[in-house]
Nanobody, 125 residues
Framework: HVQLVESGGGSVQAGGSLKLSCTAS????????LGWYRQAPGKEHEEHEL??????????IYADSVKGRFTISLDNSKNSLYLQMNNLKTEDSAVYYC????????????????WGQGTRVTVSS
């Protein structure tokens, strides 16, 4: 049984930092095809917003809104995926999800076989 468990969320003031962790059990992270997504409050019925991924070509991608502030990393020795978030803004408030084992879909779209349950980040002004 595969399980991804996120941790590290919490409440922080604008300008602060948090480091999210995603640890896998029953699955070994591949170096590519994984990443972080988020859903902001009130947008639970929308698709998860891409935050940062290491795509299937092993290219690291960041949303424009987080470039220069967030850093994705993978520690194979700990089988854990991380998201270092610096200079947080109120608009970064969301539930953050890790995803792994990318599944290609039609027309360049993709999904993942495994998703975590999410960790909430709240940034106050």
């Amino acid at each position: 049984h595969v399980q991804l468990v996120e941790s590290g969320g919490g409440s922080v003031q604008a300008g602060g930092s948090l480091k999210l962790s995603c640890t896998a059990s029953g699955y070994t992270f591949k170096p590519c095809g994984l990443g972080w997504y988020r859903q902001a409050p009130g947008k639970e019925h929308e698709e998860h917003e891409l935050v940062s991924i290491i795509d299937s070509d092993c290219t690291t991608i960041y949303a424009d809104s987080v470039k220069g502030r967030f850093t994705i990393s993978l520690d194979n020795s700990k089988n854990s995926l991380y998201l270092q978030m610096n200079n947080l803004k109120t608009e970064d408030s969301a539930v953050y999800y890790c995803a792994a084992d990318v599944v290609p879909l039609d027309r360049g779209q993709f999904d993942y076989n495994y998703w975590g349950q999410g960790t909430r980040v709240t940034v106050s002004s």
